[in-house]
C-alpha cells in the first residue's frame, strides 16, 4: 500500500505527499507534533493518521528489510563491472555529446541537465524521448518514453520533426534497412514515434510529487519504458515553496525514489533543470536551482552553455568519466554536432 491507498481524508493524503511523506516507512517514523506541524492539523488527528500508517505498514511486512533479504542483494564488484561494460546507452543526437557521456545517456542513472534557457535542454530531452525508441536491429534500444512536463514547453510539432529527423538519418545510415528488417521499418514512422512517448502535465508540485510515485505502478505496467524525462524537475519547487528546510526534504526524497526506480526498471532518469544566479567571492555568478544539497541527488550532471553563438555541453559530474566539453547544435532535425566539430556526422547507433 502507497501513502495515496490509505484510508484517510483525501486532503490528508494530498497534504502528506506535499509535505514530502512518500514512503509508509517516512510516515510511520514521524512523531504526532511533527505531522501535525507539517500538515496544519491538531496533534489527535496526526496521531489518527499514524496509527493507520503504522497498521498498514505492518501489514504489508514493511518495517524495514531483514539481514537476509539485504545479504541477499549484494553484488560483487566484478559483477558490478561486467553490468556497467553491457549496459546500453541513449544517444544524444551528437557524437560528442556522446563521447563525453560514455557513449550516451546510461540506462540505471539519473543524469541531470542544466542551462540558461534557449540553450537547448528541452530539446536535447525531446532528442532522448525519440532516440530511445530506435529500433534494437538498427542499433537502438527499442524502448518507449515517459515525458514530464511541468513548465508547457514540450511542442507536439516539434517532436514530430525530431522524429522525422531521426527516421531520416537511418535511413541513410542504413539504406537497406527496407529489405533487411520490414518489422523494422514498420516502426520507421513519425507517427509511431509519438505514439511512445508517454506523456504528463504537470501544474503544481503538489501534482509532480504525486506522479512520480505513481511511477512506480505505471513502470510495473509499461515494462519496455527505457527512460523518464521531467522538464523541468525545478519549476514548481521554485515557485511555490518558502519553506527551504521542507522543500529540500522533500525533493531528498523524490530523488531517492527516481534512483530506485531507474535501477528497478533497467531504464534512465533526465532531469532538465534551471539556473540562478548565486552571490560568491564578490559577485553573482550563475548556478544550477535548487542549491547545493541537490547536487547529490543525480549520477551524472550535463551543463549546457553557450560559448560565443556556439552550444556546447560540460561535463561536471560523473563517478567514472573526467570533466570535459563538447560543441553541439540544434537544428531543424535535432540535436547534432556542431559545423564546425570534428565528427563529420551522426551515427545512430
Not at 514530502?20 to 506541524?37: D, I, K
Request: aromatic share 8%; proline share 3%; charged share 20%.
Amino acid at each position: 500500500m502507497e501513502i495515496a491507498d490509505l484510508p484517510i481524508a483525501t486532503s490528508h493524503r494530498a497534504n502528506l505527499l506535499a509535505a514530502g511523506y512518500s514512503s509508509l516507512a517516512a510516515l510511520s517514523a514521524a512523531s504526532p507534533p511533527r505531522l501535525a506541524r507539517d500538515l496544519s492539523i491538531e496533534v489527535h488527528e496526526a496521531e489518527e493518521i499514524l496509527k493507520v500508517a503504522v497498521g498498514a505498514n505492518k501489514s504489508k511486512g514493511a518495517d524495514g528489510p531483514s539481514t537476509s533479504s539485504v545479504l541477499k542483494g549484494a553484488q560483487n564488484a566484478w559483477d558490478m563491472l561486467s553490468d556497467e561494460q553491457s549496459r546500453r546507452h541513449i544517444n544524444t543526437g551528437s557524437a560528442d555529446l556522446n563521447n563525453i557521456l560514455g557513449g550516451g545517456i546510461h540506462c540505471k542513472e539519473v543524469t541531470e541537465i542544466g542551462g540558461v534557457p534557449g540553450v537547448g535542454k528541452t530539446q536535447l530531452g525531446i532528442q532522448l524521448a525519440i532516440n530511445v525508441q530506435i529500433p534494437v536491429e538498427y542499433g537502438g534500444l527499442g524502448g518507449k518514453a515517459v515525458y514530464i512536463d511541468t513548465e508547457g514547453s514540450f511542442m507536439v510539432e516539434r517532436v514530430y520533426q525530431i522524429a522525422e529527423g531521426c527516421i531520416s538519418d537511418i535511413l541513410e545510415y542504413f539504406p537497406h534497412c527496407h529489405d533487411k528488417a520490414p518489422a523494422g521499418q514498420e516502426k520507421l514512422k513519425p507517427e509511431s514515434f509519438l505514439a511512445d512517448i508517454y506523456y504528463f502535465r504537470i501544474c503544481s508540485y503538489t501534482e509532480q510529487i504525486a506522479v512520480i510515485n505513481y511511477l512506480e505502478k505505471f513502470l510495473g505496467e509499461h515494462k519496455d519504458v527505457r527512460i523518464v524525462i521531467i522538464d523541468s524537475v525545478t519549476f514548481h519547487f521554485r515557485q511555490d515553496f518558502d519553506d527551504m528546510a521542507l522543500r529540500t526534504r522533500v525533493l531528498s526524497g523524490l530523488s531517492l525514489k527516481l534512483m530506485k526506480l531507474s535501477k528497478a526498471y533497467n531504464l534512465a532518469v533526465v532531469l532538465l533543470n534551471q539556473v540562478t544566479t548565486k552571490f560568491t567571492e564578490g559577485s553573482f555568478q550563475l548556478t544550477l536551482a535548487l542549491g547545493d544539497s541537490w547536487s547529490h541527488s543525480c549520477t551524472n550532471r550535463l551543463i549546457l552553455y553557450w560559448n560565443g553563438n556556439e552550444r556546447y555541453g560540460y561535463l561536471d559530474k560523473s563517478p567514472s568519466l573526467p570533466v570535459a566539453s563538447a560543441p553541439y547544435a540544434v537544428t531543424i532535425k535535432g540535436v547534432r554536432d556542431a559545423v564546425n566539430s570534428n565528427s563529420k556526422r551522426v551515427r545512430v547507433m
